[in-house]
């Protein structure tokens, strides 16, 4: 069973010299300056580690790539790209651009690298004769009989698939959305696997014994896995960017750990050389306490054929050893490209493997890519033993216990020897060692006041030293300070800073020159506050009318009191002022009577809320109109002979709310002449007809009368004029 290669599809040379005509598109990835170290979380509580890594990783990729994704926005706009993926586990951009886009992102100052995306080919197996010792070879069958099946444990594929139809895997699919992805989209819903690889290794992880006998090394594990490959059996370097992404949150919501326990890699890239493209994904998986197992290739027996990522410094290697436990010839060979260092870092059975293969049938395979998953099984099986286990401890665990083969102590054919899961196990009951947890991992708190921690040391291994604590990002004090016998509890006391904003506190537990620590963290939020509001801010009324305002009560910051209410500033000859209720916690309205003799103005009110030492103020407006009426007369000129009778129309509409009787008059009459009217007086609003009576004896001439219309102490008046012939 080899394990992958990976080749550049494409090679990119960023100058910034002149592109030739055409501007291909070509697919990259863009790296940022910024990288992120990857936090150290030693705390056993997997919630908190994954949400909290994730929430790191998430807000420094989205401040640190915002000026890139900007560019690449408007590039977008112009046609010049046709796909963005934002890529937080490595704080990197996948893009498909024109080269002079990637020409331009290469010299933004916030940009690491742009680096062509990369193709791997998918694996395949190679059938030989069945050998089904391989189980009992590393102990797995001695730990079943503890109790350790693997049961709560799930372990993820990145690879080629799986077949979920095999009797084997159907009933350990973990199932639900969170439990399968395809980043290259051809198979969103379903596991599926065109080509067998990824069933191969599963199998080899979880496989139970439907076909006759027992073939996974974990088979109470549960399994997920990242279809990275796609349906021609190629790799980009942006789906596995986004494989490893999905493993550390698969549903997408940071509350809920569903991330895997473990995760097997049985694929590799070239040989031979360094490639620290996914240095970053695997850095922040161990972050998460999540072992990265890598195939180490079938590159061998020459030296120094180590592959990547196998051979990054958080990558964990595996080779392969036969029946007699001796190194295949095609196991990858050490010293690694990456650091010089021992490699690979351990091995396990690798020739003739049974396991699962497509339509529920069974395959011999050979090959490093069968030997790591094993390895991973048999660390499902640790973890279900051991949980919580930091990578480093569950590294050093499988190394401590592995069965020394070659020359004596590590070397470049067979590391630090032969899986032995049993082995292992026992190290990790009888080397003393502790771990410590935060609960909870976040806390809020008012500026001034404490917030309490409860922090449990855990010692296992036979650890019995006393754990002294100390606490880092702000000041704070443990009861007690140093946890006797390594193992018990203590709470931390921390007095929030004035500032608002969140802080993270690193908890550190010592004893002797060894150390554990975990994360926690402390938001200082306002205190609870309030604030007024005023609908609408402005009314306007009549004298003698009333009108109402509504006061909105708006809380903040968890405020739940009662605020009382006050008006002000009304001047009693204009009206009354009101509130009601006069406690409220939500609403209240604010009601305004005003006097039949308010003079007309603008009047401003001051809402004024007391709840405790706690006091704010709204202001509104009110507009005060005088009720009137206007007068008019009409035609405004009349010409009539002697004896003649002049008419014409007094108008009369009310304003601002005028009620009032209005009574007309005339003035001005020529004399031997007499004025009647029809209609007068007017009730609030209308017209009333006023005749003029002209004799034989009507002086001739030009008479301006004068139409008064009067309603208590409003006077208003029009002139028409009359011609007399």
Not at 257 to 268: E, G, I, K, M
Request: glycine content about 10%.
């Amino acid at each position: 069973m080899k394990s992958v290669v990976m080749a550049a599809v494409s090679s990119l040379v960023l100058t910034g010299a002149a592109v030739p005509t055409p501007d291909p598109f070509v697919d990259v990835i863009v790296v940022m300056k910024a990288q992120q170290a990857a936090p150290t979380i030693a705390a056993p509580n997997r919630r908190d580690r994954l949400r909290l890594l994730e929430q790191a990783l998430r807000n420094h990729a989205d401040t640190t790539q915002r000026g890139a994704r900007d560019l690449l926005a408007v590039r977008r706009k112009q046609g010049r790209v046709t796909s963005v993926v934002p890529l937080w586990i490595t704080n990197a951009i996948g893009a498909r651009v024109r080269s002079t886009v990637a020409a331009e992102l290469s010299r933004r100052p916030d940009v690491l690298a742009v680096r062509p995306s990369t193709t791997i080919q998918a694996p395949s197996a190679a059938a030989s004769s069945p050998v089904e010792a391989n189980l009992a070879t590393v102990n797995a069958p001695a730990l079943w009989d503890l109790g350790y099946r693997g049961q709560g444990m799930v372990v993820a594929s990145m690879d080629t698939g799986v077949d979920a139809s095999h009797p084997e895997l159907a009933a350990r699919w973990r199932g639900g959305s969170n439990s399968w992805y395809d980043p290259n989209g051809q198979h969103p819903s379903s596991p599926v696997d065109l080509n067998g690889h990824g069933t191969q290794t599963m199998g080899a992880m979880v496989g139970g014994d439907a076909g006759g006998s027992s073939i996974g090394v974990a088979p109470g594990a549960q399994w997920i896995a990242a279809k990275i490959f796609n349906d021609r059996g190629q790799a980009s370097s942006t789906a596995i960017h986004l494989g490893y992404q999905w493993l550390l949150d698969p549903d997408g919501n940071p509350a809920t750990p569903d991330a895997p326990n473990v995760v097997n890699n049985s694929w590799t890239m070239a040989a031979g050389s360094c490639n620290l493209e996914f240095q970053p994904d695997l850095r922040n998986l161990r972050a998460a306490g999540i072992l990265p197992v890598f195939a180490a290739g079938n590159y061998g027996p020459t030296a120094g054929t180590s592959a990547s990522p196998a051979n990054n410094p958080e990558a964990f290697a595996v080779g392969s050893v036969d029946g007699t436990g001796v190194v295949d010839p095609y196991s990858s060979r050490g010293p690694s490209a990456c650091t010089q260092g021992t490699y690979p870092q351990l091995v396990a059975p690798g020739t003739g493997i049974r396991t699962t293969d497509l339509y529920g049938g069974y395959i011999s395979v050979s090959g490093t890519s069968i030997a790591a998953p094993q390895v991973t099984g048999a660390l499902a099986l640790l973890l279900q033993a051991v949980p919580g286990m930091s990578a480093d401890r569950q590294q050093a665990a499988l190394q401590a216990g592995a069965v020394d083969l070659g020359t004596t102590g590590p070397d470049n054919d067979y590391g630090t020897g032969r899986l032995d899961a049993l082995a292992s196990y026992n190290w990790l009951r009888s080397s003393p060692d502790f771990a410590v947890a935060v609960s909870p991992s976040a806390a809020t708190a008012q500026p001034g006041s404490t917030a309490t921690y409860t922090v449990t040391v855990s010692g296992s291994g036979g650890f019995s030293g006393d754990v002294a604590l100390s606490v880092s990002g702000l000041p704070g004090t443990f009861s007690p300070s140093v946890v006797a016998s390594g193992n018990g509890t203590s709470v931390l006391t921390v007095t929030a800073p004035a500032s608002t904003g969140t802080t993270q506190l690193v908890v550190t537990g010592s004893s002797g020159s060894v150390s554990r620590t975990a994360l926690a963290s402390l938001t200082v939020v306002p205190p609870p506050d309030y604030s007024l509001t005023a609908t609408p801010a402005t009314r306007t009324v009549s004298a003698g009318a009333s009108t109402t305002y509504t006061i909105g009560i708006n809380p903040a910051n968890g405020f739940t009191g009662d605020v009382a209410l006050s008006v002000t500033g009304l001047p009693p000859s204009v009206g009354t002022a009101s509130v009601s209720p006069a406690v409220a916690h939500t609403t209240a309205q604010l009601a305004i009577t005003t006097a039949a003799s308010a003079p007309a103005g603008t009047y401003g009110m001051t809402v004024s809320g007391t709840s405790g030492s706690l006091t704010h103020q709204v202001s509104v407006t009110l507009v005060v109109n005088r009720p009137d009426f206007t007068m008019t007369a009409s035609p405004a000129s009349v010409t009539v002979t002697r004896s003649q009778t002049a008419t014409y129309t007094a108008s009369v509409s009310p304003v601002n709310g005028f009620t009032g009787s209005v009574t007309l008059t005339v003035s001005g009459l020529p004399a031997n002449a007499s004025a009647s009217w029809t209609g007068n007086p007017v009730a609030t609003s209308g017209n009333a007809t006023l005749k003029i009576r002209t004799t034989y004896s009507t002086a001739r001439g030009t008479f301006t009368l004068k139409v008064a219309a009067s309603s208590g102490s409003l006077t208003h008046q029009a002139t028409v004029t009359l011609v007399v012939r």
